[in-house]
């Protein structure tokens, strides 16, 4: 398979920063019709996501993003294989990594962006052994 992260992430990607309020992540969600968002330090390096359910279960409009960050965030350079961004998201329990070159994001994928691969038959699955 010659597919790269690069070919299915969505690129373009709107961040917000850790001072920045849930109701302005809200509004974006709404705005861009996307579910999440990656949080950038002021370097614009990558320091968490907030996804929709994050959002969804947050306790005050007026907080801030930081007030939900864990502390980890996936990435993954574009150049990889979507194997490893699957391997990635299922082992860490994420519908959503960031993609990086260099440090600096250029992309967000999530789990719907690797199922396009196997909805255009894109992927083939090797024969089991027998």
Do not use: C
């Amino acid at each position: 398979m010659n597919v790269k992260i690069a070919d299915l992430m969505t690129t373009g990607v709107v961040t917000v920063e850790p001072h920045h309020t849930i109701s302005h992540v809200r509004a974006l969600f709404e705005k861009h019709s996307f579910h999440a968002v990656p949080v950038v330090d002021s370097d614009g390096r990558p320091v968490g996501i907030v996804t929709s359910l994050d959002v969804a279960f947050a306790k005050s409009d007026d907080s801030p993003v930081s007030s939900m960050l864990s502390g980890k965030v996936w990435t993954i350079p574009q150049y990889n294989g979507p194997h490893q961004a699957a391997r990635l998201m299922r082992k860490h329990r994420v519908n959503h990594v960031i993609v990086t070159h260099e440090k600096k994001i250029v992309g967000i994928l999530s789990s719907f962006d690797l199922l396009q691969l196997v909805e255009e038959h894109r992927f083939v699955m090797k024969n089991a052994p027998a």
